[in-house]
């Protein structure tokens, strides 16, 4: 049972553009979704977080957009760089019960010099 | 050390072996998990520990499978009779949790297993 939803599965932008990525969750119980990125050969790193309570988040280029309603939450890079060509993946998990994430299925982010 | 340490970080292992992953996490980390993350997909959970104890071993996929941390810090994934399913990065994270609470999730680069 795929529970946390990802998509698109690849992305192409040009530097400076914004790039989005969006997640979808079936289980009410999660209350904390954190994003992670992971380059090549690495473990994920995480970048930005969020908790049901807010609708947005924001960490230099990074914004975190949740529709609380909808089970939806999405990535939003301001002023993409070539740098930030990764792979993201959305997670959830349910805080003080179960422990582990559960992650997307992740976006291939390529941003264009 | 400064982040979650994992060796060996490539293992090639013929289809019946036995192979043992190491992971060394962030010191004074309570909480250890491990994550089993095949080719172009997300990390799925293993197992998890809280100290020593193995709290959570839902995630395991058969009873080939099998995780230890024996004193609190060092942990190993054990896979016994290797299948060539079991290709995979294993990814081991930690985090300082207490019971009730959410700390991030560090992880660390993972091993490469491949079975021929």
């Known amino acids: 049972q795929q529970q946390v939803k990802q998509s698109p599965q690849s992305l192409i932008v040009q530097k400076g553009g914004i790039s989005i990525i969006n997640c979808a969750y079936e289980?009410?119980?999660?209350?904390?979704f954190p994003w992670y990125q992971q380059f090549p050969g690495k473990g994920p790193a995480l970048l930005i977080a969020i908790r049901p309570d807010v609708s947005e988040k924001k960490e230099g280029r990074f914004t975190i957009s949740f529709n609380k309603s909808a089970k939806q939450f999405s990535l939003h890079i301001m002023d993409s760089q070539p740098g930030d060509s990764a792979t993201y993946f959305c997670?959830?998990?349910?805080?003080?019960?179960?422990?582990?994430?559960?992650f997307g299925s992740g976006t291939q982010l390529t941003v264009l010099p | 050390g400064a982040g979650v340490s994992q060796s060996p970080r490539y293992k090639v292992a013929k289809r019946g072996q036995d192979v043992a992953l190491r992971c060394d996490p962030i010191s004074g980390h309570v909480s250890l998990f491990w994550y089993q993350q095949a080719l172009g997909q997300g990390p799925e959970f293993l197992t998890y520990f809280q100290n020593e104890a193995q709290l959570d071993k839902s995630g395991l996929p058969s009873d080939r499978f099998f995780a230890e941390r024996p004193e609190g810090s060092v942990s190993t994934l054990k896979i016994q009779r290797t299948q060539q399913e079991d290709s995979a990065v294993y990814l081991c994270a930690s985090s300082f949790s207490r019971t009730g609470s959410n700390r991030p999730q560090h992880f660390g680069d993972g091993t490469r297993l491949s079975i021929l």
């Open positions: 997670a959830a998990l349910i805080e003080g019960s179960a422990r582990q994430l559960t």
């Open positions: 289980n009410t119980a999660f209350d904390y």
